[in-house]
């Protein structure tokens, strides 16, 4: 149970009593007799809602069916796009008795975190994507003076206990359809970003390679120490460390010991878009915290060392600063003990070693122990390298498939193409697409690698049209196909830029080669086609 200090914040149009009592005053409010409390509370309730009592509730855009097993034990309100239920029995004493709320974010002021969680997405009749958010008590909803706590209050914990999979069978309205779970699980948000590690260790990228893709400069130092064991070395994890239900991703070194795990980077999403937070190195490393947030372990030289604790801001890159403790001989050798809560060198105050040891040891024990996937794994098959008259056939080829990968058939030109990809991801109908693939054909010897193709983003899955497979980037687009037994470029457009921003056009067919164009024309034509292609759809099981 969530218990703070704001008031209605969540209450969805009740307003609560501004003197209720948290779980931890109990015994102190228990000298005031239960009449008493209830009268006092009653009063400064106001209630702008109308509840019902029905047990299928509907909003604009979906509908809650609640239990038969409630059935009288709950009230429910409609407040805009929010569907709430409350605990009959609170509700009439005037405690409110809020339990949860379900919420469609429209206008995208419910950012989860806090007192929102995102439960899902709504994939709307008009083609919009909407978060979908549960929403908590700010307060105690129960007579606290007739229940300890929550798990006392019976129906009220019953109810709240059934929340998730009340939500779990909430179904949207009309065309559209709700997705408990989408958008929330690190396996379905990142996988294109993992694989951008796997491609650095496999392409051997140099040490400004990864600083231009944003990777921890730590990664590139553990690819030259380990060589080809670098991808054992190195693994990720999905965890939700900003309590918003959406899982972070977490990459770092992996251990065999019991210790708390390192992170060298941190990504969390923002508009739906994976975004990198903070990259660490062995000086500057990060920690994961048990209750939310993380611990940057600092150090400034054999004299100074300490911890910054921050949150991540909700649907942001921002770290929110809470407090930091160093040890700091170089500036007071005799009591090197400081705190701040400003997140700049101004703030610091002098501590004592007694205090400083406490909020050490209090740290020590919200670090989180992580589960780290080697990147090996999951690291895509270089099918270049591997003697392919071994499988026979294409089906034959999914018993060497990594978890992720995903396969399609597709007929090319004239050729019956199979598509191997490193990872898929769902699109808003719950098909698993990919930006990625290596292709292979039979031919009279057996299979043949024809190449791999690959798009820039999940923006731009692969699609087929024509007898061609489209990739596409942010400035270019390509048609390839087959011909001839060989994978080729049909066509391509492309737009760069030059130091100063300037602009200029190039197209490319099979048969012409590459020639500079005066405008994007082509640019914009085969964009349109793209636009227009049926998007591949890809399989991750045996068919």
């Keep these: 149970m969530i218990v703070g200090v704001m008031l209605g914040v969540t209450a969805c149009g009740s307003k609560p009593s501004t003197e209720a009592t948290d779980a931890s005053s109990v015994e102190t409010a228990g000298n005031s007799t239960t009449e008493e409390s209830s009268e006092s509370l009653a009063s400064e309730t ?6 019902v009592e029905d047990t299928v509730i509907s909003s604009e855009l979906l509908t809650l069916k609640m239990p038969e097993e409630f059935k009288g034990k709950f009230l429910a309100a409609i407040d805009d796009d929010a569907i709430c239920i409350y605990d009959k029995e609170s509700n009439e004493a005037g405690y409110g ?13 419910l ?3 806090g007192m929102y969680t995102k439960v899902g997405e709504l994939a709307a009749s008009d083609g919009k994507i909407y978060n979908v958010c549960k929403g908590y008590p700010s307060e105690i909803q129960w007579d606290s003076t007739k229940y300890n706590d929550i798990t006392d209050a019976v129906d009220y914990n019953k109810l709240y206990n059934a929340a998730d999979d009340i939500i779990s069978n909430v179904q949207a309205n009309g065309n559209g359809t709700f997705m408990y779970g989408a958008g929330t699980k690190g396996e379905e948000l990142y996988s294109y970003t993992v694989s951008k ?5 496999s392409s051997d990228w140099d040490a400004n390679k990864y600083e231009e893709e944003g990777l921890s400069p730590e990664f590139y130092a553990i690819a030259q120490n380990e060589g080809d064991s670098a991808l054992d070395d190195i693994g990720f994890a999905y965890k939700d460390i900003t309590n918003d239900g959406v899982d972070e991703l977490l990459v770092g070194p992996v ?3 019991d210790e708390p795990s390192v992170i060298y980077d941190i990504y969390t999403m923002v508009n739906r878009e994976p975004a990198l937070v903070v990259s660490g190195t062995s000086r500057d490393r990060y920690y994961g915290l048990s209750y939310g947030g993380v611990a940057n372990a600092f150090s400034g030289g054999a004299n100074e060392n300490g911890v910054k604790v921050y949150n991540i801001e909700p649907n942001s890159t921002e ?3 809470q407090y930091t403790i160093k040890y700091d001989a170089y500036t007071d050798e005799k009591n090197p003990w400081f705190i701040s809560y400003s997140d700049d060198e101004e703030g610091f105050e002098a501590m004592t070693e007694e205090d400083y040891n406490s909020r050490l040891d209090m740290l020590d024990g919200e670090y989180l122990k992580l589960d780290y996937t080697p990147l090996s794994e999951i690291a895509g098959i270089d099918y270049s390298k591997v003697d392919l008259s071994k499988y026979g056939t294409f089906t034959n080829m999914l018993s060497d498939f990594k978890k992720g990968m995903g396969y399609a058939n597709v007929k090319i030109g004239d050729t019956d193409v199979f598509f191997a990809s490193t990872g898929t991801y ?3 109908n ?4 990919a930006i990625d693939s290596s292709l292979f054909m039979y031919t009279d010897t057996g299979i043949a690698y024809l190449g791999k193709i690959e798009s820039a983003g999940t923006a731009y899955p692969l699609a087929v049209a024509d007898g061609c497979v489209f990739t596409c980037g942010h400035h270019v687009v390509e048609k390839h196909t087959v011909k001839d037994g060989k994978l080729i470029i049909a066509e391509k457009a492309e737009e760069t830029f030059d130091a100063d921003g300037n602009a200029t056009y190039s197209y490319t067919t099979y048969k012409d080669g590459e020639k500079n164009v005066d405008d994007d024309s082509e640019l914009t034509r085969l964009f349109e086609e793209y636009e227009k292609a049926e998007v591949i759809e890809f399989g991750v099981e045996k068919p």
């Design 197 to 201: 590690y796997i491609e650095a260790l």
């Design 319 to 321: 770290l929110m600063h």
């Design 111 to 113: 950012i989860p975190g």
């Design 46 to 51: 106001e209630t702008s809602l109308e509840y």
């Design 426 to 428: 769902e699109d808003e």
């Design 255 to 257: 251990s065999g010991s």
């Design 97 to 109: 008795g809020f339990v949860f709320s379900l919420a469609v974010d429209k206008d995208n002021t």
């Design 430 to 433: 719950n098909k698993k697409n």
